[in-house]
Nanobody, 123 residues
Framework: QVQLVESGGGLVQAGGSLRLSCAAS????????MGWFRQVPGKQREFVGA????????SYGDSVKGRFIIFVDNAKNTVELQMDSLKIEDTALYYC????????????????WGQGTQVTVSS
């Protein structure tokens, strides 16, 4: 199981931007499918986006398309989630994940979870 550590969460004003980072360790990380889920209290985890590093393709949830971008930062060897035009509805605990399969479907396709990083968007 790969170890995942998220960072970059915090408080941001609606309309602003934030970037989350995910540092991973594990033998399968280099060619793995990585992604992000988010969860608010009392609700199920929601797919945000994913990237298949070996194929160079991405997938996004409908609620974040056009606003969020997932990419690999080769200099830092991390998976990044660039979040723009943030809305109050984006407030959630964000998890970095390693996926079992491609294309991503739901939380059942997740092999490993990070501990989560809180993103709070204020008005």
């Amino acid at each position: 199981q790969v170890q995942l550590v998220e960072s970059g969460g915090g408080l941001v004003q609606a309309g602003g931007s934030l970037r989350l980072s995910c540092a991973a360790s594990g033998r399968t990380f280099g060619n793995s499918a990585m992604g992000w889920f988010r969860q608010v209290p009392g609700k199920q985890r929601e797919f945000v986006g994913a990237i298949w590093r070996g194929a160079g393709i991405t997938s996004y949830g409908d609620s974040v398309k056009g606003r969020f971008i997932i990419f690999v930062d080769n200099a830092k060897n991390t998976v990044e989630l660039q979040m723009d035009s943030l809305k109050i509805e984006d407030t959630a605990l964000y998890y970095c994940v390693k996926l079992r399969y491609w294309p991503p479907r739901n939380a059942d396709d997740v092999e490993s979870w990070g501990q989560g990083t809180q993103v709070t968007v204020s008005s």
